[in-house]
């Protein structure tokens, strides 16, 4: 009866889901305090609009798929022209759920399906293969790609360097002073891990030639200073206070690989 009743709360927040758990705005804020980062050797940031979305507290368990769809779908609606099945704004969970759906019925990775059996209404989480089908369902060219095994790390770092690096010259929007830290106009990426997914908003190499990727992560909310309406302050971007708030979007091989295994994600 218990699990009962926290499953109808939860469908009745998901279909009544405000903006309380999106914020926009971070991606200059991380930029700016990258830009302070001193032992940096560059930084490249997906475009200025992309939208954090967080999980909501207290009822909501592992959709953490869903919630980097969102963010992926507010993105796609500032740099790309508006599917007109995907309407303005945050497409809710029970949304997305008829869009994965819709998808399948269109043979879109209908495997999916096969492996689900079906999702609207329910609490099954969705990765990658889904994404991909309600992007492609929607006419956004996209591709999922696997990496596994040894070299997983570093074929991941490569790859999504190369994705956003490439749009620097060409395509940049802002960068700092000492050219370090770019914002460009690329559009984040949905990262799956074994049980957990991420959104991909950069990436950053340190002098000493370690690379991090940045992450939006949906089991987690920005931090107080990045909810302020102002810029962050000089103070704001120095000390532990500030170290703590770039671990938090900063992810390096050991986030990756943290149990000595080798592993398999998807972007």
Not at 144 to 158: A, H, L, N, P
Not at 194 to 218: C, E, M, N, W, Y
């Amino acid at each position: 009866m218990k699990d009962h009743l926290i499953a109808r709360k939860t469908a009745t927040r998901l279909v009544a889901e405000d903006e309380s758990n999106s914020l926009s705005g971070v991606v200059p804020k991380l930029a700016h305090l990258l830009k302070h980062t001193k032992d940096l050797e560059v930084a490249c940031l997906c475009d200025q609009s992309a939208v954090q979305v967080s999980k909501l507290w207290g009822t909501e368990g592992q959709w953490c798929g869903y919630r980097n769809l969102q963010m992926l779908c507010l993105a796609l609606q500032s740099v790309l022209p508006l599917p007109q099945k995907l309407k303005e704004g945050k497409p809710t969970v029970p949304e997305l759920q008829i869009m994965i759906e819709s998808a399948w019925d269109q043979e879109i990775n209908p495997h999916g399906r096969t492996q689900l059996g079906g999702i609207i209404g329910t609490t099954k989480y969705i990765g990658t293969s889904e994404a991909e089908a309600l992007l492609l369902s929607l006419a956004i060219p996209c591709t999922g790609r696997k990496f596994e095994g040894k070299d997983t790390w570093s074929d991941v770092m490569d790859s999504v360097e190369e994705y956003y690096s490439a749009s620097i010259t060409s395509n940049v929007k802002t960068k700092d002073e000492a050219g370090r830290v770019h914002i460009t106009s690329r559009p984040p990426i949905f990262l799956q891990r074994p049980g957990h997914s991420v959104t991909i908003v950069g990436t950053a190499r340190l002098q000493s030639g370690k690379r991090s990727l940045l992450i939006f992560d949906p089991a987690w909310s920005a931090p107080a200073s990045f909810r302020k309406d102002e810029h962050l302050t000089c103070e704001e971007c120095k000390g532990l206070s500030a170290r703590w708030v770039l671990r938090q979007y900063m992810k390096s091989e050991g986030w990756l690989t943290g149990d000595g295994k080798s592993q398999s994600v998807w972007i």
